[in-house]
C-alpha cells in the first residue's frame, strides 16, 4: 500500500521519531510570535536534547523533511539573519554558532539512502535514520512525496556548499515531471520500481497538493526559470480539467489521463489551493475557490478530512486541526485587505478555542458531527495553524513589511533569504557545516 494513499492519516503516517519533533517543528514559531526569550531557550534545548539523528526511528522521508529538516534550517536562517529581520539574531552574542544547521546537514546524509537505493531518481517513501534503507520497504509512492523537497533540500545545499542535496530533489521533481500525462497532470501512487503510475486519479488534495505548491515556491526562493515553467503548465492543466468551468468554487478530483471525474470528494489539504492562487497572481480565482471551505467550516466549525460535494455530507469526520483553511485566509487577507476574512479569523479561533481546547494543549476532532476529542495534538498546529492566525491579526509583523522573496514551506517554516557568501565566513555559513561535494550513486 502507498504510504500516500492515506496521506490524511496521522495513525498510518505517524512522524513522532524520537526527535523532539514538535520542538523542532515550532522553533520557527516562536520568531515570528516576537518572543525572543522561547526563541532562544528553544534553540538550546534543540541543542541540548537532540545531539545527533543517530537515533533508531523508521520514518517517512516526506513528513521529516518538510516538519524537521525545514524546522531546523528556518530557524537557523533567522538566527544568524544579518538584517536580523525577525530580531531573534543569536549568533552576536556567541549563544549559537551553527548547530542546528550541523544537525540539518546530519538529518539530510541519513535520508539520502532512500534516494540511493532507488533504480531512479524517486526516493524510497521511508528509511531508518541509524540503520539506512531497507530491501522490504514499498516502492509505491506518490507525486507530493516526490515533489515536496527541493526547498528544505536546496536550502541546505546553499548552505553547507554541498549540492548533493539539491542535485537529489531537483532530479526528483524531473523524474516526476517526466512521468506526467499529456494534459499535464500527475497521479497520486507511483511506483518506482515499475516507474509508473500505479493510482491515477488527481485533484489538488492529498498525495498531490504540495507538489504545485513547491514547483511556484522553488521559482520564488530559488530564481529558477525551469520550476516556474513547470507551475504554470500545471496550474493550466488544473484550471482546465480539474476546476469547476461553472462557477470556479470547486477542483474536483479527476483521472490524470482522461480528466473524467474519479470522485465527488475534497479533502481538507486541498483548502490550501486558494492561499497557492493568491501566490500565483490569481486573487480573484481563490476568491471564487476559498467560497467552498469558508461554507463548510461554517457548518461543522471545522473542515471534516473529505466532504462528499455530491452528498453534501462528510465522508471521513475527523478533524486533526489543521492549517490549510487558515492559510488561505491569511494569504486572502494579505492580498486584498478586506475585513471578511479576519471576520473568518476571528470565528475560527473561536471555534478552535471552545471546541478542541484543553487543559494542556489543543486537541484534534475525532468527529465534526460531535464534540468528540482524540488525545492527540499533531505538530503543525503550532507550526502552521497558529502562526497563520496569528499573522492574520498581526498588521504590523516585520514580515509584513519585507519585499524579498521569502517564502513559507508547506510546514509553513519561514525561509529568509539568505545572508551574502562573504571571504571572511559568516554564522549562517559556519565553517564546520561546509564539505566537499559528494556524487549521487545513481547520477547521470
Keep these: 500500500m502507498s504510504i500516500c494513499a492515506n496521506r490524511g492519516n496521522i495513525n498510518v503516517n ?113 528509511t531508518n535514520l541509524k540503520n539506512g534503507f531497507s530491501s522490504s520497504e514499498t516502492s509505491n509512492t506518490c507525486a507530493a512525496g516526490i515533489g515536496t523537497l527541493l526547498l528544505e533540500f536546496g536550502t541546505l545545499s546553499r548552505l553547507t556548499n554541498e549540492t548533493i542535496f539539491e542535485d537529489i530533489a531537483r532530479s526528483a521533481l524531473n523524474d516526476v ?81 482522461s480528466a473524467e471525474i474519479a470522485s465527488s470528494w475534497v479533502d481538507s489539504l486541498s483548502a490550501f489551493i486558494p492561499g497557492m492562487m493568491v501566490l500565483a497572481g490569481d486573487v480573484g480565482g481563490a476568491e471564487s475557490a476559498y467560497m467552498l471551505y469558508y461554507h463548510i467550516w461554517r457548518r461543522f466549525r471545522a473542515i471534516p478530512e473529505r466532504f462528499n460535494l455530491f452528498l453534501r455530507e462528510p465522508d471521513l469526520l475527523f478533524y486533526p486541526l489543521r492549517p490549510e483553511f487558515i492559510e488561505s485566509t491569511y494569504f486572502l487577507y494579505r492580498a486584498t485587505g478586506d475585513p471578511f476574512y479576519l ?52 498588521d504590523e509583523n516585520p514580515l509584513h513589511s519585507l519585499d524579498n522573496n521569502y517564502v513559507f514551506t508547506t510546514e509553513a517554516h519561514v525561509l529568509l533569504p539568505l545572508s551574502p557568501v562573504r571571504k571572511a565566513g559568516s554564522a549562517q555559513y559556519p565553517r564546520g557545516s561546509s564539505f566537499s561535494s559528494r556524487k549521487l550513486i545513481h547520477s547521470e
Design 343 to 394: 471576520d473568518v479569523g476571528e470565528m475560527v479561533l473561536e471555534d478552535i478555542n471552545q471546541l478542541q481546547r484543553t487543559a494542556c494543549g489543543y486537541a484534534s476532532r475525532h468527529s465534526v458531527s460531535t464534540l468528540e476529542l482524540e488525545e492527540r495534538m499533531e505538530s503543525f498546529f503550532l507550526s502552521e495553524t497558529m502562526k497563520y492566525l496569528y499573522l492574520l491579526f498581526d
Design 177 to 257: 515531471w517526466a512521468a506526467r500525462s499529456k494534459k499535464n497532470l500527475f497521479g497520486n501512487d507511483f511506483d518506482l520500481k515499475q516507474q509508473r503510475w500505479v493510482g491515477t486519479t488527481t485533484g489538488v488534495g492529498a498525495g498531490v497538493d504540495s507538489l504545485f505548491e513547491y514547483m511556484l515556491k522553488s521559482y520564488v526562493y530559488f530564481g529558477d526559470e525551469q520550476y516556474l515553467g513547470m507551475f504554470e503548465s500545471s496550474y493550466a492543466a488544473l484550471l482546465q480539467y480539474s476546476r469547476d468551468t461553472v462557477g470556479g468554487y470547486a477542483f474536483f478530483n479527476i483521472d490524470m489521463r
Design 14 to 126: 505517524d512522524v513522532m521519531g524520537d526527535y523532539l519533533l514538535t520542538l523542532v517543528d515550532t522553533l520557527d514559531t516562536l520568531a515570528v510570535f516576537g518572543d525572543m526569550k522561547g526563541f532562544q531557550r528553544a534553540v538550546k534545548n534543540t541543542i541540548k536534547f537532540l545531539p545527533s539523528f543517530d537515533i533508531d526511528s523508521h520514518v517517512q522521508v516526506f513528513e521529516v523533511t518538510i516538519r524537521m529538516l525545514g524546522g531546523l534550517l528556518s530557524a537557523h536562517i533567522i538566527a544568524t539573519d544579518e538584517k536580523n529581520t525577525l530580531g531573534m539574531r543569536l549568533d552576536l552574542n556567541g549563544t549559537y554558532n551553527g548547530e542546528l544547521l550541523h544537525l540539518a546537514r546530519d538529518l539530510g546524509y541519513r535520508l539520502l539512502p532512500a534516494f540511493e537505493a532507488s533504480p531512479n531518481a524517486v526516493p524510497y517513501p521511508r
